[in-house]
């Protein structure tokens, strides 16, 4: 019984061993980006089209609808006037998050500046988790709760699954597969 334990042991550190090893430097990242692009990216691509202008060059002009989404106390305290909204905090962050949403998801997805983008698109969840429940008042039963019996509520479940990817690549990197790793081997 002894022997027939420590072969399937021996095994199992073998075949899972080599995996491993094979996979360490590039499987995980790549994983990590695939799932992002293949769940996320046009969600982001989605929300972030709806806070800018129409066209080509609607893509330069943020929309009062972002302001709504972002920073619905400020245009409440300026009566509804997205113009009499300050620049300074609310429209520095309205820009921000506006073109965060479309470019951070993007280096995600290509693979450039990947554990930063990775950090910044956590950072990103994180306030507009925030956003949905203080300011959008979503409420508890949306919200949900950690290790609770409900897994589809749609921030507390969702939110910590987007997450998962995102820690991937911010802690292992992108993979060689990625233009990271092309920028890497050409610096020698």
Known sequence: M?????????????VFGFLERIGDSWLLGL????????????YFLNSAKTKVGDGLLGFFS????????????????AGGDVDAVSFLP????VILGTYAEFILPLLIVIGLFSRLAALGMIGFI?????VDITVHDIGAKAI??????????VVADQ???????????AIKGPGLLSVDALLAKRRG
């Open 90 to 93: 609310w429209g520095l962050i």
């Open 159 to 169: 939110r910590l699954l987007w997450l998962v990817p995102l820690l991937v690549i």
């Open 31 to 42: 994983i990590a980006r695939f799932a992002f692009a293949s769940v996320l990216w046009m």
């Open 62 to 77: 943020v929309s009062s609808g972002a302001y709504y989404q972002i920073a619905l106390p400020a245009v409440e305290a």
């Open 2 to 14: 002894t022997s027939s334990i420590n072969f399937l042991t021996d095994l199992h550190n073998r």
């Open 144 to 153: 949900g709760a950690m290790f609770d019996r409900f897994p589809d509520v």
């Open 126 to 130: 994180a306030v507009q988790t925030y």
